[in-house]
């Protein structure tokens, strides 16, 4: 089981908004570790999408939003498109491991 | 352009060591800390470990301590990850990735090595 909880699965049709969630704890989100969020699209290698709870690397989107609170972040995309399909992970630090973590993956389907 | 490619397919039988690589450019290689990450078939993303090129520190999961050895050739930007006994679960895809500090993000991402171990 990983240390942040992800929603296995979503899915939205096109135009709709989703918001996939990633749940952690007090070693990590709740001691102020950021979260980062990846996607993969089908068959490549993982790419950041949003850093440090609600930052955009150049090139994305302004449809995909970040937020943080708490021991809880999300992701938000707006606008769906077809392109979005994909496995979304979100990432932290947690200080009791003294490790890197992941969460377990959403796969968003468009519908 | 920041990059970080890594070395081609591996097919190995069990039993067998393996050592594959990860080699930057486009940045100072001793600046920023390099992870790997696991990808098993159909599975989500492992962090295993992460070394810092600048003095060779390394941190690894306790999962895959003692499973797997992480090192680093700063003069040719290059960062390793070897196996001295292959087992068919350690096929799977391998990742290496760029980190700053410790909560920073892993950026960019090399194009991944599929690993394969079957008799």
């Known amino acids: 089981q990983s240390v942040l909880t992800q929603p296995p699965s979503l899915s939205g049709a096109p135009g709709q908004k989703v918001t996939i969630s990633c749940t952690g704890r007090?070693?990590?989100?709740?001691?102020?570790?950021?979260v980062h969020w990846y996607q993969q699209l089908p068959g490549t290698a993982p790419k950041l999408l949003i850093y440090?709870?609600?930052n955009r690397p150049s090139g994305v989107p302004d449809r995909f939003s970040g937020s943080k609170s708490g021991t809880s972040a999300s992701l938000a995309i707006t606008g769906l498109q077809a392109e979005d399909e994909a496995d979304y992970y979100c990432?932290?630090?947690?200080?009791?491991?003294?490790?890197?973590?992941f969460g377990g993956g959403t796969k968003l389907t468009v519908l | 352009e920041v990059q970080l490619v890594q070395s081609g397919t591996e097919v190995r039988k069990p039993g067998e060591s393996l050592k594959i690589s990860c080699q930057g450019s486009?940045?100072?290689?001793?600046?920023?800390?390099i992870g790997w990450v696991r990808q098993m078939p159909g599975k989500g993303l492992e962090w295993m470990g992460i070394?810092?090129?600048?003095?060779?520190?390394?941190r690894y999961s306790p999962s895959f301590q003692g499973q797997v050895t992480i090192s680093v050739d700063k003069s040719i930007s290059t960062a390793y990850l070897r196996w001295n006994s292959l087992k068919a679960s350690d096929t799977a895809m391998y990742y290496c990735?760029?980190?700053?500090?410790?909560?920073?993000?892993?950026?960019?991402w090399g194009q991944g090595t599929l690993v394969t171990v079957s008799s």
């Open positions: 990432q932290s630090y947690d200080s009791s491991l003294s490790a890197w973590v």
């Open positions: 007090s070693s990590n989100f709740g001691a102020g570790y950021d």
């Open positions: 990735a760029r980190m700053g500090v410790t909560a920073s993000p892993f950026d960019p």
């Open positions: 070394i810092n090129p600048a003095d060779s520190d390394i």
């Open positions: 486009g940045y100072s290689f001793i600046s920023y800390w």
């Open positions: 440090v709870n609600n």
